[in-house]
């Protein structure tokens, strides 16, 4: 099942014309040629009716190895753990498939999916998904007490300084939505991923570009930080329709890797 998702994430390349009888013969779900690394764009795939009319794959049909987890046109699954990719920074979901396919990001199946593929071709995947403009479904009800709550909305809204542990909208936005190019959103993501990606980053199983700031923030939080502010995120409905601010109002309170392109505090910057 997984070596059938690879092949369609594959470049499809055209089929000589003299094959459109043998393009007939073969399933709709039959395996895509691999394209050189190279290759720009797609070419047609030719069929016996429409060899000369058929445009080139488009990645819609490409990505469905992604819809296949991550739910129909990347809006997530309602089992709670994979995360919805529909509509994230181009700059955010670029950088994490190129973090799985490098081992910076720890998980088999996204590995082998993506280790025989080509920087711009990860960047054209990202750039599709984050194009999609698509409204979040309400969130679930609050699953954690009153007081879990409050200090998970703390700790979002407002951080906690004597622990180093700066307020997450300071770099994800006053929204949470995300910025541009590559700040990630945190509402309308399932509790058991945000636990998961926190925890992740607290063992050194997630891991990004040098300085990992979310590593050294995620080392500073208790198992309970981590259960009330995943708890808490998960409960917000998404405002403006989810889509990232274009800048930050203030300048972000710690330099992170692979958003070189945010102004940092000066004490961070240092």
């Keep these: ?24 013969a073969l399933s709709a779900g039959a395996v895509a040629q691999t394209a050189p690394s190279n290759t720009a764009s797609a070419a047609p795939v030719a069929t016996a009716s429409t060899a000369a009319t058929v445009p080139a794959s488009s ?4 990505v469905q190895a992604c819809t296949a987890c991550h739910g129909k046109e990347g809006r997530a699954t309602p089992d709670g753990y994979f995360p919805r990719i529909a509509g994230k920074p181009a700059g955010y979901l670029a950088n994490q498939l190129l973090n799985f396919r490098d081992g910076r990001r720890s998980y088999p199946q996204m590995g082998y999916l993506t280790e025989h593929l080509t920087d711009d071709y990860l960047r054209e995947m990202a750039e599709y998904f984050a194009a999609l403009d698509l409204p979040y479904p309400p969130p679930p009800p609050p699953q954690a007490p009153p007081a879990v709550l409050e200090q998970g ?10 622990r180093n542990i700066p307020a997450c909208v300071a770099c994800h936005g006053a929204a949470m939505t995300g910025v541009v190019p590559s700040i990630p959103g945190l509402l309308g993501l399932p509790r058991d991923y945000l636990n998961s990606q926190l925890g992740a980053w607290k063992t050194g199983q997630r891991r990004a570009h040098l300085p990992d700031c979310m590593a050294d923030i995620a080392r500073q939080l208790t198992p309970d930080d981590v259960s009330a502010v995943s708890a808490w995120l998960a409960a917000q409905p998404v405002a403006a329709g989810g889509k990232p601010a274009r ?14 392109e945010v102004p940092v505090a000066a004490a961070a910057a240092r």
């Design 1 to 24: 099942m997984i070596d059938c998702l690879r092949s369609l994430l594959r470049p499809v390349v055209c089929l000589p014309s003299a094959a459109a009888v043998l393009a007939l």
């Design 59 to 62: 990645m819609a049909s490409r």
């Design 153 to 162: 909305r703390r700790l979002v809204q407002v951080g906690d300084a004597a």
């Design 247 to 260: 800048t930050l109002p203030a300048t972000m309170p710690a330099r992170c890797g692979g958003v070189a």
